[in-house]
């Protein structure tokens, strides 16, 4: 009969969600970097999430849950050599491509950190994109953002959620499916559908973000699968 500790050592042997993520965006972070870049549709709305913020130059943005860098040129451009921009994220694979990326740019810095938890300070504007259904408490996570910017400090999130447009809500199952095969594997034996989890902590975060701001800009691109909500921190 297995004793209570053999049992908690298998239980500790379990690796943690953030573990398996980690491990799962190093392992395919130069598949995940062609898709963040080559998608249709992709780059107009990292266009519209970097205008969103209404960048100025010589602001310090940050990206959290930054990957391979996809977003970093455009953050890069918009608040020039005078300004700085730092990508946050807990995976060393994603990061090594970014790196690779920014290389040419002095002022872009990334860093490896728990974006729930940035050692970061002194910040203008916090970019996160399709990272938000990630975190086991979205709307926590969003308003530490919105206290690390401060009042007047902006935010901005784009996540992926179902299709609302009439003309393409057939693609919403291909949507699911996709959900479903992209979850890093600890979250696909989770009871109930992902996609209904997804929604559930998108809405969370969006609504955080609306709580705390002002002047809040909400778009929908990409067919409507994707969901771009900026705003200004409030006092
Ligand atoms: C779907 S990718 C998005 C990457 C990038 N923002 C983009 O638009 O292509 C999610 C990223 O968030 C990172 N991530 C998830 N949770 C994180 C956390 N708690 N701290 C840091 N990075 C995290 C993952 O490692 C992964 O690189």
């Known amino acids: 009969m297995p004793s209570d500790s053999s049992a908690s050592a298998q239980h500790s042997s379990t690796p943690s969600p953030s573990a398996v993520a980690q491990s799962f965006y190093t392992r395919w972070a130069t598949l995940y970097d062609a898709i963040a870049r080559r998608t249709p549709g992709v780059g107009s ?15 310090t943005v940050v990206e959290m849950g930054c990957g391979t860098g996809a977003n970093l040129p455009y953050l890069a451009d918009r608040v020039g050599p005078e300004g700085t921009v ?16 920014m290389a040419a740019y002095p002022n ?17 504007a916090v970019l996160a994109t399709f990272v938000s259904g990630m975190f086991a408490d979205p709307a926590d996570v969003v308003s530490s953002w919105a206290d690390l910017v401060g009042p007047g400090g902006r935010l901005c999130l784009v996540d992926l959620a179902r299709t609302t447009d009439p003309t393409w809500r057939p693609l ?25 989890m997804l929604d559930q902590r998108l809405l969370a ?31």
């Not at 730092?86 to 990326?101: I, S, T």
Request: charged fraction near 25%; aromatic fraction near 4%; proline fraction near 7%.
């Open 45 to 59: 709305v990292r266009t519209d999430a970097a205008d969103a913020l209404g960048l100025d130059t010589g602001d």
């Open 86 to 101: 730092v990508g946050v994220d807990f995976a060393p694979g994603v990061l090594d491509v970014a790196r690779d990326r």
């Open 108 to 124: 872009v810095h990334l860093v490896r950190a728990d974006a729930t938890r940035p050692p970061i300070t002194d910040v203008d």
């Open 172 to 196: 919403n199952p291909v949507f699911r499916a996709l959900v479903r095969v992209t979850a890093p594997p600890g979250t696909r034996t989770m009871r109930g559908s992902p996609t209904a």
């Open 205 to 235: 975060a969006h609504r955080s973000l609306e709580s705390r701001c002002y002047a809040v800009d909400s778009s929908t691109q990409a067919l409507g699968f994707a969901r771009v909500r900026a705003g200004v921190v409030d006092e």
